[in-house]
């Protein structure tokens, strides 16, 4: 129906090579087939059977990721970024296309949550943080309460993720790429230290988010 064009050729299969006659026919006599419509015994199951090296470490490979799987489910810890990400796959890694290794620090830190925000510093126990709460006094200072509620950056909020569709969604946010950086940006500001002119807020997280310069490469210009 289509016009395709065919072409039928015949391809000689074991025909004249000696070794390969003898291995199909050798094949053929396992399952009790014999010449001129005969049928003999079949081939006894061997002793031991060896897998190919390629089928077994498919197979290996399969059952250690389904082995993996169970335990991302069902394991208490990491359950952060479980939320994020509850079937990691190689997308994951194109969230850090792009990034230079301090924002790809930052970005690893706020989707585990594990960063310099009160909240984590006061459950760690950290010298000098005395509470969990945001200045702003309308929660705990969290990546969520700072990026999504906190009054204090309002306008810089509307600047940065504004115009994002999932904005209103710490999840869309942190695990769509343009959206991470748009998030990221501000925060690598406060890292190294850095000042937007006018003396202007310079990120969602300059105020209160103490970064430790162990962790985090600052890559000063």
């Not at 810890?77 to 790809?104: A, E």
């Not at 990026?147 to 942190?174: A, F, N, V, W």
Request: proline fraction near 5%; charge should be positive; hydrophobic fraction near 30%.
């Amino acid at each position: 129906e289509q016009n395709l064009p065919i072409e039928i050729r015949w391809v000689p299969a074991h025909t004249g090579v000696h070794g390969n006659e003898d291995a199909d026919k050798a094949a053929k006599e396992a399952t009790g087939w014999r010449e001129r419509g005969a049928t003999g015994p079949r081939a006894e199951t061997p002793a031991e059977l060896y897998s190919l090296r390629s089928t077994l470490k498919t197979w290996a490979r399969k059952e250690a990721h389904k082995t993996w799987a169970t335990g991302w489910d069902v394991e208490v810890r990491g359950r952060t970024s479980h939320r994020y990400t509850p079937r990691p796959t190689r997308k994951v890694l194109r969230l850090h296309d792009g990034l230079s290794k301090r924002q790809s620090t930052l970005l690893v830190q706020m989707r585990t949550e594990k960063i310099g925000l009160n909240d984590f510093l006061f459950n760690r126990r950290a010298p000098d943080a005395t509470d969990a709460n945001c200045p702003c006094r309308e929660g705990r200072q969290t990546v969520s309460h700072v990026l999504l509620r906190c009054r204090k950056y309002r306008q810089l909020r509307h600047q940065e993720l504004g115009h994002l569709s999932g904005r209103h969604d710490l999840r869309d946010i942190l695990s769509e790429r343009k959206a991470a950086a748009k998030a990221i940006n501000p925060w690598s500001s406060v890292v190294c230290e850095h000042s937007y002119p006018d003396g202007q807020a310079r990120s969602f997280f300059q105020a209160h988010a103490q970064v430790s310069t162990a962790t985090v490469d600052c890559e000063m210009d």
